[in-house]
């Protein structure tokens, strides 16, 4: 069978997320050094590393069948690929952030102003939409210090925390992208069978971090009270204790459900209870 090649980051803030995701998959290979290529030797892949920069085009071309690469990248570099699957790591927003005090109280005040980012395709779009005149100053690193050398009005950069806006005496003024990294494909690449296979593995994967195992303990007569807050992925297990009148309830659920019926669990007469990580859930 002919190995499909998928370009990931070579170095930088997606690369390990990017392995830890494939070797999650079950695929096993040697991470990234020297090389630009590695196979992966019990699944039918390559993995070639690559600047982000030429993910979308590499994968567009076909040279590289996937690829995995944040959202702003693809939208930057307008190429025509598929999305296949959304990853949930490597999220950021592309922002407009003005020197602090300006206090613009409109999208409109950008009008006449310069702007500068490296990420002038995505901005010219953002302006145009919202009917908007400004100039585009294109650089491309440290966007950041342009307003203070005098060079832009505002930028126009990714922000994930606002450290560096802040250090700079910037503030946030307008969202213009979120993003994340996704998986991409070239056209039509979804329909073939390892395409497929991989796409299932990672979803079970992405599944599985979004959602914990529990088991707690609860008397028998309060069981009905408990069994409304989880809903599981079929129905909860009921395992009985050693202890005349207890049950164990084991589950599967969400972690953000879990932490939001911690309280009620409680109130309700859950005792001993206990959270594990859940690997792989297949539906
Ligand atoms: P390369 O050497 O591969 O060109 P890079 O310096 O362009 O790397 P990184 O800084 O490693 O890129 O960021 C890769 C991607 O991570 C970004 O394109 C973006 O999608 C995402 N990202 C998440 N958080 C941030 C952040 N705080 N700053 C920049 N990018 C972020
Ligand atoms: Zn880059």
Known sequence: MKALKIAIQKSGRLN??????????????????????????????????LRDDDIPEYVQDGIADLGIVGENVIQEKEVDVEYLQKLGFGKCTLKIAIPKGKNYESLQELNGKSIATSNPIILQKFLTENKIDASIRTISGSVEISPGLGLSDAICDIVSTG????????????????SQA???????????SIVEELLQRIQ?????????????????????SILTLLPGVKSPTIIPLAEEGWVAVHTV???????????????????GIVVMPIEKIIV
Request: proline share 3%.
């Open 204 to 224: 079970s994967v992405l599944r599985a971090s979004e959602t914990k195992y529990v088991v707690l303990n609860v008397e028998r007569k309060n069981l009905p």
């Open 253 to 271: 659920i969400s972690e953000q459900d879990f932490w939001e019926k911690i309280n009620a669990l409680k109130a309700s007469g859950a005792q």
């Open 163 to 178: 450290g560096t806006l802040k250090s700079n005496g910037l503030e946030p003024f307008a969202d213009v992208l979120s």
């Open 16 to 49: 390990e997320k990017s392995v830890a995701l494939l070797k999650n998959c079950g695929l096993n290979f040697e991470n990234y050094k020297s090389s630009l290529i590695t196979s992966v030797n019990n699944f039918p892949l390559e993995i070639l590393f």
């Open 182 to 192: 996704v998986l991409i494909g070239k056209k039509d690449i979804k329909h073939d």
